[in-house]
C-alpha cells in the first residue's frame, strides 16, 4: 500500500506544491491506423508516415469497424486506443466512393478527441519511388525545418488549422537547444488553392560556397502528396482553455539571489544614517569607560607631581 499525503490547509497543499517533482512533456506518440475499407494508395500513404515517425509511432494492421472521428459517439474507440497506446496524435485512414483516399489527423487531451482535419490524398508518390544517393536519406530522430508557402496560410481558416496539425505531427520533441549539423531534412508545403496544399519531403544536402556559410540544396527523397480539405473541426473552447493552461512559475523574490557557492543571497536596504543630527546621551556606557579611564590617568598624573623622586 502506499500512503497518500493529503494536505489539511492551504499553507501544507503550497509547500506540497513546492517540493513536487517539475513536470516535463515528452515527445508526442503517433496513432496510425486502418478503418474498415482502405485502398492501395492509401495503405502506401499509411505505411510511408509509420517510416518518418517510426521511432516515436504505433501502427495498427487490422482493420477497425465503427470508427467515424466526426460522428458523436464515434470517436470512442479512437480516445480508447488513445488512451490504450499513450498516443496524443492519430491519423486515421479509410475509404469510400463518397470519400476516397481519406485520411483524419487528429490531436487528443488527456485522451480525449481536441481537435481534427480530414484531407483527401491525391497524386501520391510513395518514397520507393525516387532515386537518389542513400547517403542523404534523413537519420532516425533528427528535427526537420518547415516552409509554408502561400499567403492562403495565414488567411484561410482550414489551412491554418491544418498547418497546425501538420506541425505537430512532425516536429518531434520539443527541444531548448539544436544543432544544425544534425538537421538534414526539410517538409515544403505550398498552399495551391484555398483548399489543396502539396506538401514534398526534402532532404538537405550541404555544399562550399567559398564563405563560413554552407550552400543548401533539396533533394526530394519523398514521399509528396496533395492534401486537398474535407473537414475540419475545432477544439471546444472550454477544453482548448484547459489545454491552454500552464504550470504555475514560483514567485520570484525581491532582492533574493543564489549562488553556486554561497547558496542563498540576500540584499538589505537600510537608510541613511543622519549621524550629525544624532543626540548621545551623557548615560552611553563608552562614555563612562572613558570618562573612568580619564579620570583615573589625572590621579595617576598628580601623584607624580607630589612625590617627585
Given at each position: 500500500?502506499?500512503?497518500?499525503?493529503?494536505?489539511?490547509s492551504?499553507?501544507?497543499?503550497?509547500?506540497?506544491?513546492?517540493?513536487?517533482?517539475?513536470?516535463?512533456?515528452?515527445?508526442?506518440?503517433?496513432?496510425?491506423?486502418?478503418?474498415?475499407?482502405?485502398?492501395?494508395?492509401?495503405?502506401?500513404?499509411?505505411?510511408?508516415?509509420?517510416?518518418?515517425?517510426?521511432?516515436?509511432?504505433?501502427?495498427?494492421?487490422?482493420?477497425?469497424?465503427?470508427?467515424?472521428?466526426f460522428?458523436?459517439?464515434?470517436?470512442?474507440?479512437?480516445?480508447?486506443f488513445?488512451?490504450?497506446?499513450?498516443?496524443?496524435?492519430?491519423?486515421?485512414?479509410?475509404?469510400?466512393?463518397?470519400?476516397?483516399?481519406?485520411?483524419?489527423?487528429?490531436?487528443?487531451?488527456?485522451?480525449?478527441?481536441?481537435?481534427l482535419?480530414?484531407?483527401?490524398?491525391?497524386?501520391?508518390?510513395?518514397?520507393?519511388?525516387?532515386?537518389?544517393?542513400?547517403?542523404?536519406a534523413?537519420?532516425?530522430?533528427?528535427?526537420?525545418?518547415?516552409?509554408?508557402?502561400?499567403?492562403h496560410?495565414?488567411?484561410?481558416?482550414?489551412?491554418?488549422?491544418?498547418?497546425?496539425?501538420?506541425?505537430?505531427?512532425?516536429?518531434?520533441?520539443?527541444?531548448?537547444?539544436?544543432?544544425?549539423?544534425?538537421?538534414?531534412?526539410?517538409?515544403?508545403?505550398?498552399?495551391?488553392?484555398?483548399?489543396?496544399?502539396?506538401?514534398?519531403?526534402?532532404?538537405?544536402?550541404?555544399?562550399?560556397?567559398?564563405?563560413?556559410?554552407?550552400?543548401?540544396?533539396?533533394?526530394?527523397?519523398?514521399?509528396?502528396?496533395?492534401?486537398?480539405?474535407?473537414?475540419?473541426?475545432?477544439?471546444?473552447?472550454?477544453?482548448?482553455?484547459?489545454?491552454?493552461?500552464?504550470?504555475?512559475?514560483?514567485?520570484?523574490?525581491?532582492?533574493?539571489?543564489?549562488?553556486?557557492?554561497?547558496?542563498?543571497?540576500?540584499?538589505?536596504?537600510?537608510?541613511?544614517?543622519?549621524i550629525?543630527?544624532?543626540?548621545?546621551?551623557?548615560?552611553?556606557?563608552?562614555?563612562?569607560?572613558?570618562?573612568?579611564?580619564?579620570?583615573?590617568?589625572?590621579?595617576?598624573?598628580?601623584?607624580?607631581?607630589?612625590?617627585?623622586?
Amino acid at each position: 500500500m502506499v500512503a497518500i499525503r493529503v494536505p489539511r490547509s492551504q499553507r501544507a497543499k503550497r509547500a506540497l506544491l513546492k517540493h513536487a517533482p517539475k513536470l516535463v512533456e515528452t515527445g508526442k506518440k503517433t496513432l496510425i491506423l486502418h478503418g474498415t475499407k482502405t485502398s492501395a494508395v492509401l495503405n502506401s500513404v499509411l505505411a510511408n508516415l509509420f517510416h518518418l515517425k517510426r521511432d516515436n509511432a504505433v501502427k495498427f494492421s487490422k482493420k477497425n469497424d465503427n470508427i467515424r472521428p466526426f460522428e458523436s459517439g464515434g470517436e470512442t474507440s479512437l480516445e480508447f486506443f488513445s488512451l490504450k497506446t499513450d498516443c496524443s496524435l492519430l491519423v486515421y485512414g479509410s475509404h469510400s466512393k463518397k470519400r476516397p483516399n481519406n485520411l483524419v489527423l487528429g490531436r487528443t487531451y488527456d485522451h480525449h478527441i481536441y481537435d481534427l482535419v480530414e484531407v483527401g490524398v491525391e497524386n501520391f508518390k510513395s518514397i520507393e519511388s525516387y532515386v537518389y544517393d542513400k547517403k542523404l536519406a534523413p537519420k532516425l530522430g533528427s528535427k526537420p525545418f518547415f516552409a509554408f508557402i502561400g499567403e492562403h496560410f495565414e488567411s484561410v481558416e482550414e489551412l491554418k488549422h491544418l498547418k497546425e496539425v501538420l506541425l505537430d505531427l512532425f516536429r518531434g520533441e520539443v527541444v531548448e537547444n539544436l544543432n544544425l549539423a544534425g538537421v538534414d531534412r526539410v517538409f515544403v508545403c505550398t498552399a495551391i488553392s484555398p483548399t489543396t496544399v502539396y506538401m514534398m519531403h526534402c532532404a538537405l544536402r550541404l555544399k562550399r560556397s567559398g564563405t563560413s556559410i554552407p550552400r543548401m540544396e533539396l533533394v526530394e527523397v519523398g514521399p509528396s502528396m496533395d492534401l486537398v480539405v474535407r473537414r475540419h473541426r475545432l477544439p471546444v473552447e472550454s477544453l482548448k482553455k484547459e489545454a491552454m493552461k500552464t504550470a504555475d512559475h514560483a514567485k520570484k523574490m525581491k532582492n533574493v539571489s543564489k549562488d553556486p557557492v554561497h547558496g542563498k543571497l540576500g540584499k538589505v536596504y537600510i537608510p541613511d544614517q543622519q549621524i550629525a543630527k544624532m543626540s548621545l546621551s551623557n548615560d552611553v556606557k563608552g562614555l563612562k569607560r572613558e570618562r573612568r579611564e580619564a579620570k583615573q590617568n589625572k590621579d595617576h598624573s598628580k601623584k607624580q607631581k607630589i612625590n617627585p623622586e
